[in-house]
């Protein structure tokens, strides 16, 4: 799991537009700098003694998150020991993009791409209004796919399943073989439809500022130095 992992935590942050992750023996720390997440450390492993010695770490705006087979125990173990545990649990997806179906978009529908160094927007347009988009990092042979969204307005019209499978087609095209993502629990119903299978649930929890020490170079990342 820690090569999936370190895959997809690669081109999301690559999406996000973010500086690479910080590799530590238990962690991969990213740094966003948004409000009330300055940084999230992603556990490389889901055993007790490395989450114990992670809980530690987790302070106000700084999450973290466990990916796990095991969400439920995981979530449990993070609340015992004072984090507050975010209530949807995510889950890390995977297809061969080979299998992956590419429907064309509705008549009234206009499909446009855009392309911006290893990143590629995809945008269907109505009436030259924006009804759904998304995009994918495209990193060797992954693609990292992120941001999927269907104006509230153009639902239930398969738009999401046109973005995905456009998307797929630019991957393709650009070498990737293998797709990742990380689905809410809304998009795990689509994702399924379309052949993407489950790897993992993504476990997120903070703390309330009153986290122990930190120590090393790790300390000194959370402290923004």
Known sequence: MDDL????VDGW??????????EYDEV???????????????????DPAVVDHLVAQASEGVWLTVTTQHGDEIARRLRAAGLQTFAEQKVLMSIDLADHPQPEPPTS???????????????LLHHGEVAARGLVAIVDND????????????????????VMGALSRRAIANGARTGLLMATTEG???????GWLPEATMVTATGSGGAGPVR????????GR
Do not use: Q
Not at 29 to 44: K, N, Y
């Open 13 to 22: 942050r690559r999406c996000r537009g973010l500086e690479p992750a910080i």
């Open 216 to 223: 090393g170079d790790l300390g000194a990342v959370l402290a």
């Open 188 to 194: 795990v119903h689509l994702y399924t439809k379309l």
């Open 5 to 8: 992992l370190r895959r997809w």
């Open 109 to 123: 529908y206009e499909l446009t791409t855009e392309t911006d160094g290893s990143l590629e927007y995809v945008r």
């Open 28 to 46: 991969f720390a990213v740094v966003l700098r948004l409000p009330g997440r300055d940084r999230e450390l992603f556990a490389r492993a889901d």
């Open 143 to 162: 693609a990292v796919m992120h941001d999927i969204h269907t104006d509230p307005a153009h639902r239930r019209r398969g738009l999401g399943s046109v």
